[in-house]
């Protein structure tokens, strides 16, 4: 298996009293070497043309806030197999993110969502564009949308450092709510693959740690989350990292 991509975009940066307005239209090219049957056998490669647009209003942040008080954003993306039309159609998504300022200083509440519908020919597009409730696996689908209500807010500045190795600057927390519906969702079981049409929920919450390590540039978050699913009466830990590169 491999996959490669090449992306091209063109960052349009407005500002316009207290916001800044982002517009950045894109294309990528993606070649996947997943295994199909072309009709006359085996082959090897897919190649997408991923064509997107994205636009996003956000408020000025202070230099404590970590998400914006006030924000929208809004992309749209087209996914079409160029020279395997037939056999994987094509692929069309839209997400959007609303930011509300909480009920004390640094605290936010935002809600994000997302609709994707494939064309189907003979197999799925192997893309799932729009993230599944936190706790479930991500798998294809004909269609798919969500919702996610989350109330983030910090709960201290340590500022805590053992030098040169590692500093510690903030604590936050995150309570979370998610809500999918997915038609014919591939998943995958014991007893083998079947595709399921119905809700996906989960809540929970993280917390997490803003820090650097080392001397590294860009700032690191790590920590944890502790999610519910009610429709399988389960409850699970996992751990949380990403890097802040500040690219769009």
Do not use: C
């Amino acid at each position: 298996y491999y996959e490669f991509t090449i992306k091209t975009y063109l960052p349009l940066i407005f500002t316009r009293g207290a916001y800044n307005i982002r517009l950045q239209p894109g294309i990528d090219y993606q070649q996947i070497g997943i295994w199909h049957d072309a009709g006359s056998g085996l082959s090897q490669g897919v190649d997408f043309m991923h064509i997107r647009t994205r636009i996003s209003r956000f408020r000025r942040m202070a230099p404590r806030d970590f998400y914006p008080p006030w924000g929208q954003t809004l992309s749209v993306t087209m996914t079409e197999t160029m020279l395997d039309k037939g056999l994987y159609g094509n692929l069309y998504s839209v997400e959007a993110g609303l930011y509300f300022p909480g009920l004390a200083p640094q605290h936010y509440f935002y809600i994000t969502g997302g609709y994707q519908q494939q064309h189907l020919e003979k197999y799925y597009i192997p893309i799932s564009r729009i993230d599944f409730p936190r706790g479930y696996q991500s798998t294809v689908s004909e269609k798919y949308s969500s919702v996610s209500f989350n109330y983030s807010f910090n709960v201290a500045y340590p500022d805590w450092s053992a030098a040169p190795f590692l500093f510690i600057k903030r604590l936050r927390l995150n309570l979370f709510y998610d809500l999918g519906y997915g038609v014919e969702a591939r998943e995958f079981k014991a007893a083998g693959t079947r595709y399921f049409t119905g809700y996906y929920t989960s809540s929970g919450t993280e917390i997490v740690a803003d820090l650097h390590l080392i001397r590294f540039i860009f700032p690191i978050s790590a920590g944890t989350r502790l999610v519910y699913l009610p429709g399988r009466q389960k409850l699970q830990a996992e751990l949380l990292f990403s890097i802040n590169t500040g690219i769009f």
